[in-house]
């Protein structure tokens, strides 16, 4: 069965650093969306993605996070200068018509 | 503001029960999705509603627009059903998606 697979699966990073979060969608799929969860709390939107141009994104999408589809299947999410906040699971979702889930990528900024 | 009030927060069952989760929104919606999310963080989609009832195996979810009110239920509960059930909404206005707190459910055995 098809899945939505995302790498790594934990990553820690300093204060300040850029991270790639990598993504692979499920391959026929044309929607393509990273959502957030801080520990403890809600699973937050941050953007979508169709037709190589975000659709939508959210508040919490701000200038030090970018996506990109850089080869035609992965999919990426960068955060540019992380903070403390910024620690959290990612997730990747992609989508025909039902959402499916990655199943997530740890961040830890310390 | 746009919100998303999930019922109850935690539910603990004895295996065997019928189980009742509640979603409720404040405007109107394109569609609804119930999730769950397992002990590991893993997020799994159960459904996808626009309107009426969807039904996959022990699971039902059901849907009025009306009242702006979704519910998932779960017959003949098993401890592999313990995870937490998301309920999440797609808004008319935009695209994004706005996610409930989730319903933390313990199936004792």
């Known amino acids: 069965e098809p899945e939505v697979t995302q790498t790594p699966s934990h990553q820690v990073t300093q204060m300040g650093q850029e991270v790639i979060l990598r993504c692979v969608p499920i391959?026929?799929?044309?929607?393509f969306y990273w959502y957030r969860q801080i520990l403890g709390q809600k699973v937050e939107f941050l953007v979508s993605f169709y037709n190589n141009e975000i659709s939508e994104k959210s508040e919490i999408f701000d200038d030090q996070f970018s996506v990109e589809r850089p080869d035609g299947s992965n999919f990426t999410l960068k955060i540019r200068s992380t903070k403390l906040e910024d620690s959290a699971m990612y997730f990747c979702a992609s989508s025909a018509y039902e959402q499916f889930f990655g199943p997530g990528t740890r961040l830890t900024v310390l | 503001k746009n919100e998303v009030e999930q019922s109850p927060q935690n539910l603990t069952a004895q295996e065997g029960e019928f189980i009742t989760i509640n979603c409720s929104y404040s405007v109107g919606i394109s569609a609804l999705h119930w999730l769950q999310q397992h002990p590991g963080g893993g997020i799994v989609s159960l459904f996808m509603?626009?309107?009426g009832k969807k039904k996959h195996g022990r699971l039902i979810a059901t849907i009025n627009i009306q009242e702006k009110h979704s519910s998932l239920h779960i017959t003949a509960s098993h401890p592999r059903d313990s995870a937490v059930y998301i309920c999440?909404?797609?808004?008319?206005?935009?695209?994004?998606?706005?996610f409930g707190a989730g319903t933390r459910l313990t199936v004792k055995p």
């Open positions: 999440a909404v797609r808004w008319f206005s935009n695209n994004d998606m706005r």
């Open positions: 391959s026929n799929h044309l929607y």
């Open positions: 509603l626009s309107s």
